[in-house]
């Protein structure tokens, strides 16, 4: 089956600085990979996704980048704030089933 | 945007007893749902994947007869935790996708379990 690695576990960042999540994956026939943020209690909410044929896709201050020969893909967030503290996850879909990574917790530092 | 509404949202329960967890899309026709669980401070982890009118398929390692579900209809499926014990204490979220179009799963809000 599928594996998801994610890392770092954990990110402090100073608001206004860029926060990079990075994701692999090894199952080279899944081809869509969605990004969530959760905050604490709650379900994980769609920030972003990107599917196998797209290298990059970008939405305002939130960009994902996919390498499907390495078979990884990173969650980049720029000019943080502090309202963008939360646990992020990176999950890949392969077989009509969604993997999950095991999670970043971001803490943004006004 | 597609809704996936689950219920209740918290439950407390005695050690024995059973749970039922519902989850209901609410503006489209489900034919997968998906249940996760998820233990504090872990990533979700996919218990099952129920198909309208057929049996789910359970992950390695999650007990068919702990946990049943049932997905009786393209709206609404439930979990039913068997017996629960303390260690079944966890946060349940149902998701839920559209036929034939690889898109993002659609979440429910959660429901929290505890069992004393």
């Known amino acids: 089956g599928e594996n998801v690695e994610q890392h770092p576990s954990t990110l402090s960042v100073q608001e206004g600085d860029s926060a990079v999540i990075k994701c692999t994956y090894s199952?080279?026939?899944?081809?869509?990979f969605p990004w969530y943020k959760q905050e604490l209690g709650k379900r994980p909410q769609l920030i972003i996704d990107i599917r196998s044929n797209v290298g990059e896709k970008k939405d305002q201050r939130i960009a994902v980048t996919l390498n499907k020969t390495a078979k990884h893909f990173s969650l980049h967030i720029t000019e943080t704030q502090p309202e963008d503290s939360a646990v992020y996850f990176c999950a890949a879909e392969g077989g009509n089933k969604l993997t999950f990574g095991g999670g970043t917790r971001v803490l943004v530092k006004p | 945007g597609a809704v996936v509404s689950q219920h209740p949202s918290w439950v407390i329960c005695k050690s024995g007893t059973s749970v039922k967890i519902e989850c209901r899309s609410l503006d489209f026709q489900a034919t997968t749902m998906f249940w996760y669980r998820q233990f504090p401070k872990q990533s979700l982890m996919l218990m099952a994947t129920s198909n309208e009118g057929s049996k789910a398929t359970y992950e390695q390692g999650v007990e068919k007869d702990k946990f049943l579900i049932n997905h009786a209809s393209l709206t609404l499926s439930t979990l039913t935790v068997t017996s629960a014990h303390p260690e079944d204490s966890s946060f349940y979220i149902c998701?839920?996708?559209?036929?034939?179009?690889?898109?993002?799963?659609?979440f429910g809000n959660g429901t929290r379990l505890t069992v004393t």
């Open positions: 998701s839920a996708g559209r036929q034939g179009y690889n898109s993002p799963l659609h």
């Open positions: 199952d080279s026939a899944s081809n869509y």
